[in-house]
């Protein structure tokens, strides 16, 4: 029974250690805005236009010095739903939300917002930054406002307002919600969004150079019935949320990307070449285009992913598990073995809702209790947001996504647990001969930690 408690010990060491591999940057117990002067503050929480409790983040992107943070529409008393903090600013783990563009662009008042709601957005290496805008303001409120959804694509040297797409009527639907969009920005002229319809399953494919747009549908991009139960922090809860998580990868040597994509309620991982998507006359005579990679486990569901093009590593969210997991998208396999754990905690990483990397290779999670906001109350002085970092081969070393040799990680880590060992050893047998030596209480340790590598 000492050899097992040993043995149960190491594995917990080695767990917190491979599974807070990301910094905390930023950190609110509720959301604040920089109005223009503090006045203007306290008359927008007179007159309902600002009320905290209301604000929940939910997408965030990173480019040059500035940390974009959506934050939807979903209830009442949200003043701007696209903002950014300016990362050069250390002054505060708080800091205040910055309307982006400007604050006249949230003005819902005369009927011709520029910003409505947007959930998540992209930054492309042009220098673009892409808002895929949900177009419903009051989605949990008992009147609900509804725009037609859009694209909004911004410079982001001027921050000027480069183009405007509205999604023509036909590739909306009454269910339809938008909630993703990843960029395939291989040639700036040339550049293609797919914004995932997470309410009534399809891929709204749009053209930059065609300014045109089409809709795509698969049985892969439908929810699991199977996968639809979810459990955070003692919610119980059903969600029915198609396609999700789309991840792109960096081209191939014919200029198409591979997505990586799954619906929010199922289990499984599934791939598709744009080559497919690009056209839709071609996306539909090539059904079996789609592929099933595997599946990620029991209780694995999975919102927000993204790939970092420089390693190939997938990154996703495992929302019921409170964590952040990889896969490198060089394995063959997409097994639980050949996945690695990011991050987990059940008290900071509640609901991991959005994943990116910047183009310093960085990793960057934005996580905020959704489900307990939306479903109960936030304690307002408990810390409710946080945003992590950490440079992506830190994010992964260690981990079964590690690009290094797994032989050297096996090394080092051999290594480090034999002093450990022996000490145990000798510790659980005093005075007698011990029930397993050093070597083979190594061999132990190593082989059972060797499965905490899925």
């Not at 509205?166 to 639907?173: G, I, L, R, S, T």
Request: charge should be negative.
């Amino acid at each position: 029974m000492g050899v097992f408690k040993a043995l149960i010990l190491l594995q917990l060491v080695y767990l917190s250690t491979c599974m807070e591999q990301l910094d905390i940057i930023y950190e609110w117990n509720q959301l604040d805005f920089e109005f223009p002067s503090p006045e203007a503050r306290q008359q927008a929480i007179d007159n309902g236009s600002f009320i905290p409790e209301n604000n929940i983040p939910m997408g965030l992107e990173v480019f040059a010095d500035r940390l974009f943070i959506t934050v939807p529409r979903w209830r009442n008393g949200v003043p701007a739903s696209l903002t950014y903090v300016n990362l050069k600013d250390n002054s505060t783990k708080s800091p205040k939300l910055i309307p982006y563009p400007n604050w006249e662009a949230h003005n819902i008042v005369d009927g011709k917002p520029e910003i409505v709601s947007p959930f998540r957005v992209r930054a492309d290496r042009c220098g673009r930054l892409w808002v895929l805008d949900n177009g419903k303001i009051g989605s949990l409120e008992a009147n609900v406002t509804k725009f037609t959804p859009f694209i909004s694509i911004y410079d982001l040297k001027t921050d000027n307002l480069l183009r405007k797409y509205v999604f023509p009527e036909d590739q909306v639907k009454e269910d339809s919600g938008f909630a993703n969009i990843a960029v395939e920005d291989i040639d700036c002229d040339r550049t293609y969004a797919y914004a995932g319809d997470v309410g009534k399953a399809g891929v709204v494919v749009y053209s930059w150079e065609k300014n045109d747009s089409w809709r795509i549908t698969h049985h892969f991009f439908n929810p699991d019935p199977l996968a639809c139960d979810f459990s955070v922090k003692g919610y119980n809860f059903s969600w029915t949320d198609a396609i999700f998580g789309i991840g792109i990868s960096a081209p191939n040597a014919d200029n198409f990307s591979t997505i990586y994509f799954h619906p929010m309620a199922s289990n499984n991982e599934f791939a598709v070449s744009t080559e497919y998507l690009r056209n839709k006359t071609v996306a539909e005579q090539n059904f079996d285009a789609f592929k099933v990679l595997g599946s990620r486990g029991p209780n694995a569901q999975s919102s927000a992913s993204f790939v970092d093009p420089k390693t190939g590593v997938l990154f996703y969210s495992l929302v019921n598990l409170n964590a952040v997991a990889c896969w490198r998208t060089t394995n063959k396999e997409y097994l639980m073995k050949n996945q690695g754990r990011i991050y987990m905690d059940d008290v900071k990483m509640i609901y991991p809702t959005d994943i990116k990397v910047d183009y310093d290779e960085n990793l960057w999670v934005l996580s905020n209790r959704m489900p307990i906001w939306m479903y109960a109350k936030l304690d307002s002085n408990d810390t409710n947001f946080r945003v992590f970092s950490a440079p992506v081969l830190k994010a992964i070393s260690h981990t079964a996504c590690d690009v290094t040799a797994r032989s050297d990680i096996l090394d080092k880590f051999v290594n480090k647990v034999k002093n450990v060992t022996k000490n145990i050893s000798s510790k659980l047998n005093p005075n007698s001969a011990p029930i397993l030596s050093s070597s083979s209480l190594t061999s132990l340790v190593v082989l059972t930690v060797l499965s905490l590598f899925v």
